[in-house]
């Protein structure tokens, strides 16, 4: 961006909000309370402001909707009771001029149905799905909009969690625990989508920028290991991400200009009387459109665009039908020179990506503790990589030409039954019908011809059922068992994964809590349908009938409330990964764990195993009175086995990671005034390398292509990686509107730790690939 223009953006942005109005900000705060277990109305429920003098409340009608109107703007506690229920607080809601707040508040039965019952351990940012009662973390959207370096993408958000490590480079691929970070899977509105991220690649997890803005989600969950009945398909995590429902009495808009986007939200009633809405967000990308308007000028510009929505139909007999999705587009160029002659290309390229979700979600009550939730969904993820270099007498030749496209269409449904406080059941069918069209062809430099990696069309079919039930054995004991079954076309074996969960009460502060699951995940389809090259020339596919890989998870775990607004959670577990997809050769060394490529080149055999060990530590000091802090740690052991090989560090076997997590807040302008804020928050972190593979150069000269030093497969440790994340910003609410300024500079002090090597061919060296420079990004954001 030139000088002159960001200049006159700040100039303008400052100018925008300290405009004074006389009258302080009030806002409505309204919403529904339900029951945790059956969905249903908790009608007559107290729903107050904690510490208010004079009280301030209401009580929810037969329906189980309220509404607090003319409520000053900026952090409260909700406090909501009823007889038979127990008690819930509902923290650090942020109240903001420009855009109501609605809630949705599910209350937990009481175990005698008698006298409200305080359980003080009932901590803020827990699960609000009932089965799942062990290694849980609920991600509030206004962390994701707080926390230093999270830039409003949940993705990030999540690596400051505890057990939750990225990689340093700038990437959204998630590291859970050690594993491979296409472990984990992705959802949406309760069912599996593709990789939600932009400049994403068929087969792998990452990309820089989640599609899906945060102006859009709801509270959503991650689970970092013994899953409950319901998930299946992954090995590592579940990321659940929610969208949030829109305004269903009047018309509220956002919009968002900064370096990562300029968006738009709208969102308002379709039919008041029936409390039907529709959410919409649209963006695009900054550096695009100032690149279109010639204000800036460079290769390699980023270009993306993503539309989300939400549109919510209750009806009076028939349920209530969601219709919802998600689509991104993105591209970027690269183009390599000479260092001392910029005429020269050494490299240039381009790479597409596209995604699109939609899906029709229908709710529907079937007596008073039973419900029926179904969904049918099209998913479509694609991706396009071309790589040309000089070669010869030739200026550019394409060495590189991949396309990987799949379509899935998705049919879940799931029953829900609840007989009384101590047992609630679940069951579940899901299917997955997967069309898909693979295509990669690559020149080699040895045999100068061109190689097919991939080249096939054709269909996979995915099964899974489940079966739940959540019995409170006493008022201090609840367990939560079931199975899980996955089936995959690609091969005969049916796969049954037990699951079983505790959790005691020691007293009103503390629980412990213990869990074990066993977990499937198939391969991802370029693996399936590799092309494996024999020594005299011919190929074959050998890797289609792979199994599903298979970990088993044991979590242990204490909590204690220390006091009202501090937490501490220890959780030590253990995972051992079997029937993991593994190179057929005595002495390879490869396994499907250590893969960070988007499909393999070689035979494999499900011969493989893994197994991970930690500790983790959360002290969290919940945001009250203006401040909070978050201080999480994870040692960890990461371990795999090859064939008939021996045990060996993964990649991703970093052994430590540290996060500190601190803000406050100052109101300034008027005395006793909180119509505007600053708000500084930081993030300290520190990574364990990941682990590499030293390069033998001389060899990787001779064949072209990088070649390890032989026995040194990922035998080296990376350096650790430091950085730290500051975010100021500056907020001002209005009558009718709020403005809010923001500054977030992820690695502010630069560091440049190398985080990896690989050999360049086109300069036959081997370079450096260094963790993300210093990056400020800086947005301007309106809500009325």
Not at 96 to 103: A, C
Not at 259 to 270: K, M, N, S, Y
Not at 580 to 605: R, T
């Amino acid at each position: 961006m030139k000088p002159g223009v960001f200049g006159l953006f700040i100039f303008a942005t400052f100018l925008i909000v300290n405009v004074v109005f006389a009258q302080s900000p009030n806002q409505t705060i309204r919403g529904r309370v339900v029951d945790t277990d059956s969905k249903t109305a908790v009608p007559f429920a107290n729903i107050t402001i904690d510490n208010s003098n004079p009280l301030i409340g209401v009580t929810s009608d037969i329906d189980g909707y309220f509404k607090i109107e003319n409520v000053a703007v900026g952090r409260i506690t909700l406090v909501v009771t009823n007889l038979g229920y127990e008690r819930v607080t509902v923290p650090n809601i942020l109240l903001i001029s420009g855009k109501e707040t609605v809630l949705n508040i599910e209350m937990k039965e009481s175990f005698q149905q008698l006298d409200q019952v305080e359980i003080k351990a009932f901590k803020r940012g827990e699960s609000t799905n009932e089965m799942a009662i062990s290694s849980t973390k609920q991600l509030s959207i206004e962390e994701s909009k707080r926390h230093a370096g999270a830039i409003s993408d949940p993705a990030r958000l999540v690596s400051s969690f505890a057990g939750i490590i990225n990689e340093g480079s700038g990437n959204n691929d998630i590291i859970v625990r050690g594993n491979n970070p296409r472990f984990i899977q992705w959802r949406l509105e309760d069912i599996e989508i593709p990789n939600p991220n932009h400049f994403a690649i068929e087969g792998l997890t990452g990309g820089p920028i989640n599609a899906l803005n945060s102006q859009m989600l709801a509270n959503s969950e991650f689970y970092s290991g013994a899953f409950a009945p319901q998930y299946g398909n992954a090995l590592s995590g579940i990321f659940d991400m929610k969208l949030r429902k829109g305004n269903d009495e009047k018309q509220e808009y956002s919009f968002s200009l900064g370096v990562l986007g300029l968006d738009f939200t709208a969102e308002g009633p379709i039919n008041k009387k029936n409390k039907s809405s529709y959410l919409v967000n649209y963006r695009y990308s900054t550096l695009s459109l100032l690149d279109d308007m010639g204000i800036v000028s460079f290769g390699g510009v980023p270009r993306y665009q993503d539309l989300s929505f939400k549109f919510y139909f209750p009806t009076e007999n028939a349920g209530i039908f969601t219709l919802f999705g998600l689509g991104g587009a993105s591209k970027i160029g690269f183009n390599t020179t000479d260092e001392e002659d910029e005429e020269i290309i050494l490299e240039e390229g381009s790479q597409y990506s596209n995604l699109a979700v939609t899906g029709l979600k229908h709710f529907i009550p079937l007596g008073k503790d039973t419900y029926l939730k179904s969904i049918v969904s099209y998913g479509f993820n694609g991706s396009k990589l071309i790589e040309q270099r000089p070669y010869e007498e030739e200026i550019l030749k394409e060495f590189n030409n991949t396309r990987l496209n799949n379509q899935t269409t998705r049919l879940l449904s799931t029953l829900h039954h609840k007989i009384n406080s101590k047992h609630n059941f679940q069951v579940g069918l899901m299917y997955a019908y997967t069309n898909f069209d693979l295509d990669n062809h690559y020149f080699s430099i040895p045999q100068n011809l061109y190689l097919k990696g991939q080249e096939n069309e054709g269909a996979a079919h995915f099964s899974e059922g489940y079966f739940s039930w959540k019995w409170r054995i006493s008022e201090f004991l609840t367990a939560v068992n079931g199975f899980h079954l996955s089936k995959s076309s690609l091969n005969e074996k049916v796969y049954m994964e037990p699951r079983l969960a505790l959790k005691y009460q020691l007293d009103e502060t503390q629980n412990i809590n213990a869990a074990f699951g066993l977990h499937s995940k198939m391969a991802s389809l370029p693996n399936h349908f590799a092309l494996v090259y024999q020594p005299n020339g011919d190929y074959f596919m050998p890797n289609k009938n792979l199994e599903l890989l298979q970990a088993s998870h044991y979590v242990l775990g204490y909590e204690n409330l220390l006091n009202s607004n501090l937490f501490l959670k220890v959780e030590a577990y253990y995972q051992h990964l079997n029937n993991i997809p593994v190179e057929d050769k005595v002495g390879s060394l490869y396994s499907l764990i250590n893969q960070d490529d988007y499909f393999v080149d070689k035979a494999l055999v499900n011969d493989g195993e893994g197994k991970n060990i930690g500790l983790e530590i959360t002290l969290e000091r919940y945001f009250s009175n203006q401040y909070y802090f978050l201080l999480t740690s994870s040692l960890y052991d990461s371990k795999y086995k090859a064939k008939n090989g021996p045990w060996k560090n993964s990649r991703y076997n970093g052994n430590y990671v540290g996060n500190f997590l601190f803000g406050k807040e100052f109101s300034v302008g008027r005395k006793n005034s909180i119509d505007k804020t600053i708000g500084i928050n930081s993030r300290v972190t520190l990574l364990g390398g990941r682990r590499y593979t030293s390069i033998d150069l001389e060899e990787s000269i001779k064949q072209e292509k990088q070649v390890g030093i032989e026995g040194q497969y990922l035998g080296n440790k990376a350096d650790d990686v430091f950085y730290l994340n500051i975010a100021v910003s500056y907020r001002v609410n209005k009558q009718k509107l709020s403005h809010e300024v923001k500054l977030d500079v992820q690695n502010l002090t630069n560091n440049n730790t190398t985080i990896d090597y690989f050999y360049n061919n086109v300069k036959k060296e081997i370079d450096e690939i260094p963790q993300l420079s210093m990056f400020p990004v800086m947005s301007y954001t309106v809500h009325f």
